[in-house]
């Protein structure tokens, strides 16, 4: 059974900062790709980053470009998220995703919720203006 588990959620101003953590258990945590969604009220699951296994490759959404980064420690089972220069507009649920498959499909496909088979519970981050 896999489990994804956030933490490291709360509220921040405007400018502040945060560093999302997912810890994952159940299955070979290094050989698959993990992803970070958001969901504002009232609106769809969005992309926010995703990064792949071995040699690290990262994705970002392009509203959080230069301001987040998605990272991996494989030893400790945990992908993190961290989140600078926050905006109001950042304010949603986290979750954090997890895929069960590599290979090219996913390189083109790595933004679309559909590719992930594993999500944790989220965690909330509110950002005051």
């Known amino acids: 059974q896999v489990q994804l588990v956030e933490s490291g959620g709360g509220l921040v101003q405007a400018g502040g900062s945060l560093r999302l953590s997912c810890a994952a258990s159940g299955r070979t945590f290094s050989t698959y790709p993990m992803g970070w969604f958001r969901q504002a009220p009232g609106k769809g699951r969005d992309f926010v980053a995703a990064i792949t296994w071995g040699v690290s490759g990262t994705y970002y959404t392009d509203s959080v470009k230069g301001r987040f980064t998605i990272s991996r420690d494989n030893a400790k089972s945990t992908v993190y998220l961290q989140m600078n220069s926050l905006k109001p507009e950042d304010t949603a649920v986290y979750y954090c995703?997890?895929?069960?498959?590599?290979?090219?499909?996913?390189?083109?496909?790595?933004?679309?919720?559909?590719?992930?088979?594993?999500w944790g519970q989220g965690t909330q981050v509110t950002v005051s203006s």
């Open positions: 995703a997890g895929a069960s498959y590599n290979g090219s499909y996913y390189y083109t496909h790595y933004y679309m919720s559909s590719e992930y088979d594993y």
